[in-house]
């Protein structure tokens, strides 16, 4: 049986911009969240090293500082009047958080107290400014702690475990989504006159990933299934330190509070790559340069991997080098306990006394659903659909351009999520309910009980890590024409054998096979655009380098990609070629130049 | 690379009404999760294998489960930790849904009793900047600002056990780190429930809470700093 429900307004996902959007819109009109985890579960709750603003609590700080450098660490592919916005309206969005009664550190004054982060700078790039605002290194668990809260506080309505199959897009009017309840398998329809999508990132199509193993986008996969666009899906950014192999991020924080990064010989290479911000260079670049010193044998003992150093001793050494400082062990354990203690637990390092090996790392994606600066979700180029938002991770505003900056996902989230909030409020109020299609959950009632009853050979784990080791292989820090032909090849032919599946769990209760199944063939769509859209872009900017094409090419690529699939409107993965379309960036300010740290 | 038997406590209500055990042998190395094992039993072997999972480094608090008879989070649990033979089963003192996921609910609504919200009936600041707050002040909660709810610490203790109606030691601990927060106005109210008979006074500091805690927080204290509060009807 289906169980109906009709909501005003309907949040998918429950991290910082879903919470953020849902309290902004709860004043509105009646709100509900549906969420595939709890929502303390969520994402954001591991963001660990802080969140922007321009408080200057503790040095000047300006916010055209601040947008500066979000265009430039975007590799100018930012849209400039979205970076504005973030920008500015980071200041009053940390206020409000404080106000909810988040506990952020604070300075003896007793002002929330700000750090170094990487790309972050003063006056346009003269060296590095204290500017991320943070709760030890559980910052972003703070955030969703805190938004939950407040959540609780009005009354915000949840469906907790419930995953969503289907977005309900008809004659371009967003008009309900349809989402199973995991507890015990049944479908359920809600009706709504606006839909937020904040579903979070997809990073689990990499092999090494920071990414939960929720983050597999199965709303911005149905809505591309239902013929709408994909902004810039070529760019994913690798983060520098994640632990080796495994993948789990050691935060900026620990470069902000004074670690180095050294190669096998011990030397502090990033001296030879980017002279001024070195260890605080934005992610992308330290990713490639890391790799550069793996490829020129300078790993440790000649292996992929280098040393991320936090020892008192080390930090101290470089203590009056530009940015330098100078640390105690104990100011390091209160800074940064929860990395100090991954270190610990996942390495069996003891971090005060040695280095630590890491490795780049999948973390999150600049690209996703395009929107306009108020999350409402676009068509094409020019138009948007009615009564469709989005925001956070899965969206595209676009803030990142090529390559986000250290602690602006969170700042995304929060100043994002709040414009998406109360513009899905607004609408609420003005809006009626479109009539839902007859039948409106068939499809997607059809597509999961194939799944569920399908028989094949194919093992859903087996085909996720192939799509995910061809990923990370040819479609991760350095990418060249051929690797991506084949990664794409690759990821066709496991989607062929995507219909050949057999799932062990037949039943309705807690069907996490049934759950992974789906979330596989989301994934399958998703890596599908990343490589083609990536393929396509003939250049190198941010995230995106290319061995054949190393270079930026503003005359040819100054432009954002949407992705469309050629053949639409369905629930189940699309058998179609990626079409592509291309969207102006917005320059308002600041000129493209060469990008150097 | 080490041999290893995964001996996990299983129930579906769709299959059988009474529990029952499966084992799986595995070659672990010492440095895998345990949460990576039970993946690789559900991707590799048993589909129907269920349990709660997402972050996989400690952070989200949804893989809390008894590991060898402690309460764990099991992406925070290394092989190397234990023997050859592990045993796993679900949280104890909470209902069953599937394999090694509990009904949560319970949980969550006792956790809302205690008014886990920032309250205060101040304005902020005219200038609409932050309220001021000392390192100090801000260090006197700080240990309970690090609870992600994943119940290791309500479902280790004897009081709970005893009586589900306890609201435990998570939700304490949440009203702890509102009623020392020096910007919070909500203290009485919390306090007055925290004074119930289903309140703090259920505790009787058997510790199972603090040692099942994998966030490291000392959750004992901070209920004992709650009955003094209670008790002396000064916050401090």
């Given amino acids: 049986m289906t169980h109906h429900h009709q909501f005003d307004a309907v949040i998918v996902g429950a991290g910082g911009a879903g919470l953020m959007a849902a309290l902004q819109a709860a004043r509105l009109t009646n709100v509900a969240v549906i969420s595939k985890m709890y929502p303390t579960r969520s994402h954001t709750g591991t963001a660990q090293g802080g969140i922007a603003a ?91 702690q805190t938004l939950y809260q407040n959540c609780i506080k009005h009354n915000v309505r949840f469906f907790n475990e419930f995953f969503v199959a289907d977005v309900l897009v008809h004659d371009g009017v967003a008009r309900g989504v349809v989402a199973v309840e995991i507890a015990t398998g049944e479908l359920h329809l809600f009706h709504a006159k606006a839909v937020l999508l904040a579903s979070g990132g997809f990073g689990r199509m ?53 670690g180095v990064l050294l190669n096998g010989r011990g030397e502090r290479f990033l001296e030879n790559y980017a002279p ?37 001793e080390t930090i101290n050494r470089y203590g009056s080098a530009p940015g330098g400082r100078t640390v105690t062990a104990a100011e390091l354990e209160e800074k940064l306990p929860d990395i100090i203690e991954m270190m610990r637990v996942y390495m069996g390092v003891e971090p005060m006394r040695e280095p630590v090996p890491i490795q780049p790392t999948a973390h999150y994606a600049m690209g996703g659903i395009p929107t306009d600066n108020d999350g409402r979700v676009l068509a094409g180029p020019a138009h948007t659909v009615s009564g469709l938002f989005a925001a956070g991770e899965c969206a595209c505003v676009s803030v990142h351009g090529a390559n986000r900056l250290g602690t602006n996902s969170l700042v995304d989230l929060v100043v994002f999520g709040r414009r998406g909030g109360k513009a899905l409020g607004e609408f609420c109020r003005r809006a ?166 | 690379m080490a041999k290893v038997t995964l001996k996990i406590k299983r129930y579906d209500p769709e299959r059988e009404p009474a529990s029952w055990w499966s084992e799986h042998a595995l070659e672990a190395e010492p440095t895998e999760r345990v949460l990576d094992l039970l993946n690789r039993v559900k991707w590799e072997q048993d589909g129907t ?78 200038d609409g900047r932050e309220r001021l707050q000392t390192p100090a002040q801000r260090l006197r909660f700080d240990d309970t600002t690090k609870c992600i709810l994943c119940a290791c610490c309500t479902a280790s203790c004897p009081s709970f056990w005893a009586s589900s109606e306890y609201i435990g030691p998570a939700s304490i601990v949440q009203a702890h780190r509102f009623i020392f927060d020096s910007r919070d106005e909500g203290a009485g109210e919390r306090l007055q429930v925290a004074g119930e008979t289903m309140g703090v006074w259920r505790c009787h500091t058997a510790f199972n809470c603090t040692l099942a805690c994998p966030r490291g927080i000392n959750i004992t204290q901070a209920i004992g700093e709650v009955k003094r509060a209670l008790a002396t009807g000064r916050v401090e």
Avoid at chain 1, 293 to 301: K, P, Q, Y
Avoid at chain 1, 467 to 481: E, N, P, S, T
Avoid at chain 2, 58 to 82: P, W
Avoid at chain 2, 85 to 108: N, S, Y
Wanted: with cysteine; hydrophobic share 35%; proline share 5%.
């Fill in chain 1, 276 to 312: 001024t911000l070195m260890d605080l260079a934005p992610r992308d670049m330290l990713s490639r340069f890391i790799y550069q010193e793996v490829a020129a044998g300078r790993g440790v003992d000649g292996k992929d991997y280098v040393y991320l150093d936090i020892r008192p």
């Fill in chain 2, 49 to 126: 294998l269920s349990f709660r999972r997402s972050c996989g480094h400690g952070i989200c608090g949804s893989d809390s489960m008894r590991i060898d008879g402690a309460n764990r989070l099991a992406c925070k649990t290394l092989v190397s930790e234990l023997g050859s033979a592990i045993t796993i089963e679900p949280l104890l003192g909470m209902r069953v849904q599937k394999d090694l996921i509990v009904d949560l609910e319970p949980f969550f609504a006792a956790y809302r009793t205690v008014k886990p919200y920032f309250i205060s009936n101040a304005p902020p600041p005219p």
């Fill in chain 1, 54 to 144: 321009p408080l200057g609590n503790m040095e000047e700080d300006h916010w055209e500082w601040y947008m500066y450098d979000t265009v430039k660490g975007g590799d100018y592919l930012v849209d400039q009047d979205a970076a504005e916005i973030l920008a500015r309206e980071s200041v009053e969005a940390i206020y409000e958080l404080e106000h909810m009664g988040l506990p952020f550190d604070r300075t003896e004054e007793g002002r929330i107290e700000q750090r170094r982060f990487g790309g972050h700078t003063r006056d346009y790039g003269k060296g590095p400014v204290m500017r991320s605002c943070k709760s030890a290194d559980r910052t972003g668990h703070m955030i969703l």
């Fill in chain 1, 206 to 258: 990499f092999a090494v990933t920071s990414n939960a193993h929720s983050l597999t986008g199965e709303p911005v996969a149905a809505l591309y299934r239902r013929g709408l666009p994909l902004e810039d899906m070529e760019f994913f950014q690798f983060h520098p330190t994640g632990i080796y192999k495994m993948g789990i991020l050691l935060s900026e924080a620990a470069r902000g509070e004074g």
């Fill in chain 1, 432 to 597: 009626d309910y479109a009539p839902l299609p007859p039948q409106a959950e068939a499809e997607a009632q059809g597509a999961l009980a194939e799944l569920r009853a399908s028989r094949g050979r194919e093992r859903v784990g087996t085909l996720r890590s192939e799509l995910q080791r061809v990923m990370m292989d040819k479609v991760g820090v350095f990418r060249k024409a051929a690797g991506m032909r084949e990664a794409l090849s690759t990821v066709r032919a496991l989607k062929e054998r995507y219909t050949q599946i057999g799932l062990d769990d037949r039943g309705g209760t807690f069907n996490t096979d049934l759950l992974e199944a789906f979330e596989l063939g989301a994934l399958l769509d998703l890596a599908e655009v990343t490589a083609a859209s990536a393929l396509q872009r003939t250049e190198s900017r941010g995230a995106q380098y290319r061995d054949d094409f190393p270079e930026r090419d503003d005359t040819h690529w100054l432009k954002h990609t949407l992705a469309y699939c050629s053949e639409g409107a369905s629930v189940r993965p699309t058998r179609g070629e990626v079409r592509f379309e291309a969207k102006p960036v917005v320059v308002t300010r600041f000129e493209p130049k060469p990008r150097t740290y």
